[in-house]
């Protein structure tokens, strides 16, 4: 299994451009988790996914920030208008199990908003 | 919701000391106690985990205790190395996973 993939790796844009983030979870988990790590707030939930339904979305920062999971292998975490403060290292994770269950990490993707 | 709280953020030591950092818990619904490292630029990794119902488990050099009663959990590293280096974060978890802030540990050759 090639494990949690995401895309892209890094992304530079200016302000107010719209950044989408891609994650394809590993085949056969339920579960799918969108965080956002930085030094100064380290790893904040942003979103929890089980069976592409969205369950808990109370870490999305604002309504510039919106995601979606139109099928069990694909999700998108979408920011209109990207703001200089949303640059951090975006992490998607899929879990085998809702809860009580080990969370595999992509690679994450490192956002900078000039 | 959860409120995970880890100590110490930095933590040095000499290359073969032991290593400990813990970690309290606010939610009693929490029943499972996951231990990732993350080395630098690259994404956080499962190391060990524990369940609410074992108070310890150890995997070769890494343990992990477990108090329910006073809601602490706590990762143990002996003989540490140099490639041990990394940050450490525990976590919580009932349904979300709630993680700390994270420790820095630096093992000095």
């Known amino acids: 299994d090639a494990g949690v993939i995401q895309s892209p790796r890094h992304e530079v844009t200016e302000m107010g451009q719209e950044v989408t983030l891609r994650c394809k979870p590993i085949?056969?988990?339920?579960?799918l988790f969108w965080y956002r790590q930085t030094m100064m707030r380290g790893l904040e939930l942003l979103i929890y996914f089980n069976n592409n339904v969205p369950i808990d979305d109370s870490g999305m920062p604002e309504d510039r920030f919106s995601a979606k999971m139109p099928n069990a292998s694909f999700s998108t975490l979408k920011i209109q208008p990207s703001e200089p403060r949303d640059s951090a290292v975006y992490f998607c994770?899929?879990?085998?199990?809702?809860?009580?269950?080990?969370?595999?990490f992509g690679p994450g993707t490192r956002l900078t908003v000039t | 919701g959860e409120n995970v709280e880890q100590h110490p953020s930095t933590l040095s030591v000499q290359e073969g000391d032991s290593a400990v950092i813990k970690c309290t818990y606010s939610d009693s619904a929490s029943n499972y106690f996951p231990w990732y490292k993350q080395e630098l630029g690259k994404r956080p990794q499962l190391i060990i985990d524990i369940r609410s119902n074992v108070g310890e488990k150890k995997d070769q050099r890494i343990a992990v205790t477990l108090n329910k009663t006073a809601k602490h959990f706590s990762l143990h590293i002996t003989e540490t190395q140099p490639e041990d280096s990394a940050v450490y974060f525990c976590a919580a978890s009932s349904i979300l996973c709630y993680f700390g802030t994270g420790t820095s540990l630096t093992v000095i050759p």
């Open positions: 085949s056969g988990h339920n579960s």
């Open positions: 994770a899929s879990s085998p199990s809702t809860g009580g269950s080990e969370q595999y």
